[in-house]
C-alpha cells in the first residue's frame, strides 16, 4: 500500500473513533472492587465531592474449576445502593477461560447479572462490562463470547464495554460499545526495583502510538492503590506517586484528547481515598 493511502487510511480512522467519542459523556466514574457492597462516609463523600455517579462494580469472577469456567469471589450486597449512583455490573473473567469456547457461558453470565440485579433491588443498570488479560492465543474466543454477551445484553436494552489493557492497543479492536483502557500494572512486577510496576509512564509510552487511531471509544482509568507483596521474604510495598499519575494523565491526553471525556480511577476505597489529596484527584477528575 502506498504512503498515501496509509495517511487516508489513519486519517478515517481517527475521523471514525473521534466521531464515537463525541457521542460519550464527559463523567466521573470510579471501580469498587471488593466482595461486600458497603460505603462508608468517607467513600459516600468522596462520591459526592468529585461529581461521580458511575460506579463500574465488580459482581464475581469467572475462573476455571475442574475444566468449567465456574463463578467465584461474588459480591454480596450489604447495604442500597445510593440515590443517584449507577451501577455498571462487571465481572473479571481470567484468560485461561478463553483458551477455548464454552457453549452457554455468555448466556449464563448475563442471566447470573440480572438474577443479581433483582435479588438485590439494583435499578437503573444501563450496562455491563466485562474484564479479561486476554492475549492473542485468547483473543478470538474472547471476541466470539463478547459478540454473544453483546447480543444478550442488548436483548435487555444493556450496553457492553471491556477493559483495554495497553498491550491489546495493539490487536484488533473487541466487539462492543466501547472500552475502558486500564493505564495500571503496566510494569514487570520482578523489575520493581528499576520501576513501579503499578505506573511508570516509560513503560506507557512504547503503547502511545496505538492511541490516536484506535477505532473505539475509550474511557481512561487511572491507579490510586497500593500493593503489598512478599518477595523472598522481604516485603515490598508499591504506590504511585501523584505526580507520575498526572504526568501520564497529561501524556495519554495529548496522543487522545478524548481520553478526558470519561475517567475513571480504581478503586473506591477509603485507603485509597486518603492517599492522594484533593487537588491531586480535581486534577485526574478534570476533563
Same mark, same amino acid.
Not at 492511541?211 to 523472598?232: E, F, T
Given at each position: 500500500?502506498?504512503?498515501?493511502?496509509?495517511?487516508?487510511?489513519?486519517?478515517? !480512522?481517527?475521523?471514525?473513533?473521534?466521531?464515537?467519542?463525541? /457521542? *460519550?459523556? =464527559?463523567? $466521573?466514574?470510579?471501580?469498587?472492587? %471488593?466482595?461486600?457492597?458497603?460505603?462508608?462516609?468517607?467513600?459516600?463523600?468522596?462520591?459526592?465531592?468529585?461529581?461521580?455517579?458511575?460506579?463500574?462494580?465488580?459482581?464475581?469472577?469467572?475462573?476455571?474449576?475442574?475444566?468449567?469456567?465456574?463463578?467465584?469471589?461474588?459480591?454480596?450486597?450489604?447495604?442500597?445502593?445510593?440515590?443517584?449512583?449507577?451501577?455498571?455490573?462487571?465481572?473479571?473473567?481470567?484468560?485461561?477461560?478463553?483458551?477455548?469456547?464454552?457453549?452457554? !457461558?455468555?448466556?449464563?453470565?448475563?442471566?447470573?447479572?440480572? /438474577? *443479581?440485579? =433483582?435479588? $438485590?433491588?439494583?435499578?437503573?443498570? %444501563?450496562?455491563?462490562?466485562?474484564?479479561?488479560?486476554?492475549?492473542?492465543?485468547?483473543?478470538?474466543?474472547?471476541?466470539?463470547?463478547?459478540?454473544?454477551?453483546?447480543?444478550?445484553?442488548?436483548?435487555?436494552?444493556?450496553?457492553?464495554?471491556?477493559?483495554?489493557?495497553?498491550?491489546?492497543?495493539?490487536?484488533?479492536?473487541?466487539?462492543?460499545?466501547?472500552?475502558?483502557?486500564?493505564?495500571?500494572?503496566?510494569?514487570?512486577?520482578?523489575?520493581?526495583?528499576?520501576?513501579?510496576?503499578?505506573?511508570?509512564?516509560?513503560?506507557?509510552?512504547?503503547?502511545?502510538?496505538?492511541?490516536?487511531?484506535?477505532?473505539?471509544?475509550?474511557?481512561?482509568?487511572?491507579?490510586?492503590?497500593?500493593?503489598?507483596?512478599?518477595?523472598?521474604?522481604?516485603?515490598?510495598?508499591?504506590?504511585?506517586?501523584?505526580?507520575?499519575?498526572?504526568?501520564?494523565?497529561?501524556?495519554?491526553?495529548?496522543?487522545?484528547?478524548?481520553?478526558?471525556?470519561?475517567?475513571?480511577?480504581?478503586?473506591?476505597?477509603?485507603?485509597?481515598?486518603?492517599?492522594?489529596?484533593?487537588?491531586?484527584?480535581?486534577?485526574?477528575?478534570?476533563?
Amino acid at each position: 500500500m502506498k504512503k498515501s493511502s496509509w495517511i487516508l487510511l489513519a486519517l478515517c !480512522l481517527l475521523t471514525v473513533c473521534c466521531r464515537q467519542e463525541e /457521542q *460519550m459523556d =464527559e463523567e $466521573n466514574a470510579v471501580y469498587y472492587w %471488593r466482595t461486600e457492597w458497603r460505603l462508608d462516609s468517607t467513600e459516600q463523600a468522596f462520591l459526592r465531592q468529585y461529581d461521580i455517579h458511575k460506579v463500574y462494580c465488580r459482581y464475581f469472577d469467572v475462573v476455571m474449576a475442574d475444566s468449567v469456567p465456574m463463578p467465584n469471589a461474588t459480591l454480596s450486597f450489604d447495604e442500597a445502593v445510593p440515590e443517584g449512583v449507577e451501577l455498571i455490573p462487571t465481572v473479571y473473567i481470567t484468560e485461561d477461560c478463553m483458551h477455548e469456547a464454552h457453549a452457554g !457461558l455468555a448466556e449464563k453470565l448475563v442471566k447470573r447479572i440480572l /438474577q *443479581m440485579n =433483582e435479588t $438485590n433491588d439494583i435499578i437503573g443498570v %444501563r450496562e455491563l462490562q466485562i474484564d479479561c488479560d486476554y492475549t492473542s492465543r485468547s483473543r478470538s474466543v474472547y471476541y466470539d463470547f463478547l459478540e454473544t454477551v453483546r447480543s444478550e445484553a442488548a436483548a435487555h436494552g444493556l450496553r457492553l464495554s471491556t477493559t483495554i489493557r495497553l498491550h491489546q492497543l495493539a490487536m484488533k479492536a473487541p466487539p462492543v460499545d466501547y472500552g475502558v483502557l486500564m493505564i495500571y500494572n503496566t510494569g514487570d512486577p520482578r523489575k520493581f526495583m528499576e520501576r513501579n510496576p503499578i505506573l511508570d509512564l516509560r513503560d506507557v509510552e512504547p503503547y502511545l502510538r496505538y492511541l490516536p487511531a484506535y477505532p473505539l471509544s475509550l474511557a481512561a482509568a487511572y491507579p490510586v492503590y497500593r500493593w503489598q507483596r512478599n518477595i523472598n521474604g522481604v516485603r515490598v510495598e508499591h504506590e504511585v506517586a501523584a505526580d507520575e499519575i498526572l504526568r501520564v494523565k497529561q501524556t495519554v491526553e495529548e496522543r487522545r484528547p478524548q481520553l478526558r471525556r470519561t475517567i475513571l480511577t480504581y478503586h473506591l476505597d477509603n485507603e485509597n481515598i486518603n492517599r492522594y489529596n484533593t487537588e491531586t484527584y480535581e486534577t485526574i477528575y478534570h476533563h
